[in-house]
């Protein structure tokens, strides 16, 4: 994808984003609260702004395209990655076949070049004994060069690069899961009872409103995830806002 392209998917990803959450702002603001526990002392919180039946309605649609939305993603996002795994696996083998039939296929020939060379008619005892001795040298050379050539050969690091990119996919994948987890099962208990939020002391809502937006955490791990796991990333990411 060229560099225009991926600035142009990033802006669009941040406008649908923005798309999606601008109706919190009409459904969602800053109320006058009375507590008749302390008299008549009122006070001001960010809660849901009274409407008409019709507007309390559209407020329950739009958390649960919401609630639908998030777990699409989570399911897709999960998917994808389980897909591009399995894809990098196939892969690895590939690159394995494709390093073992040469090697085969060198021994098969140095066979028969040795095969040949005994086979052929040999006049005087010393050339036999040189030719010999030429075959020995040249058997143990090549016997000392296969290790080297072994370890020089990329299938560790094709094993140890598809560990890394299956273990990131789960991390992200696991993460995700986490971080979503609490937002939906609020969604569902704010939606059965409108008064949840209403009933809770001022250490139980703000832990309840930390799991609730737990969900952040997921777009906030996501780009460090693959920063740690993918050095290309990280050189796109320079690339991309023009960081030298």
């Known amino acids: 994808m060229d560099l225009f392209w991926k600035r142009v998917s990033v802006g669009i990803c941040v406008l649908a984003s923005a798309l999606l959450y601008i109706p919190i702002l009409f459904y969602y603001g800053v109320i006058e609260i009375h507590n008749p526990k302390l008299g008549n002392i009122t006070g001001y919180q960010c809660y849901k702004l009274p409407g008409t039946p019709d507007q309390l309605k559209g407020l329950k649609v739009f958390q649960g395209v919401g609630f639908f939305i998030t777990i699409c993603n989570v399911v897709v996002i999960s998917a994808l990655y389980i897909i591009i795994t ?23 020939s140095s066979d028969a070049t040795a095969m040949s060379d005994v086979s052929k008619p040999q006049k005087f005892t010393s050339v036999a004994t040189e030719s010999s001795e030429v075959l020995e040298t040249s058997v143990n050379s090549v016997s000392q060069l296969e290790p080297r050539k072994q370890k020089k ?10 560990f890394r990119v299956s273990f990131m996919f789960m ?32 250490t139980a809502l703000h832990v309840c409103l930390t799991l609730r937006r737990m969900y952040m955490l997921n777009h906030f791990a996501n780009p460090f995830i693959y920063g740690v796991f993918d050095v290309a990333f990280r050189q796109e990411i320079r690339k991309l806002f023009c960081v030298k």
């Open 86 to 108: 399995v894809s990098i696996v196939k892969q690895v083998r590939k690159m394995k076949s494709i390093h073992v039939k040469p090697a085969e296929s060198s021994g098969m």
């Open 153 to 162: 050969t990329p299938k560790s690091d094709a094993k140890r690069n598809a």
């Open 171 to 202: 991390t992200i994948s696991f993460v995700g899961f986490l971080a979503y987890l609490p937002s939906w099962s609020f969604i569902v208990i704010e939606t059965n009872n409108p008064t949840f939020w209403k009933k809770l002391s001022t």
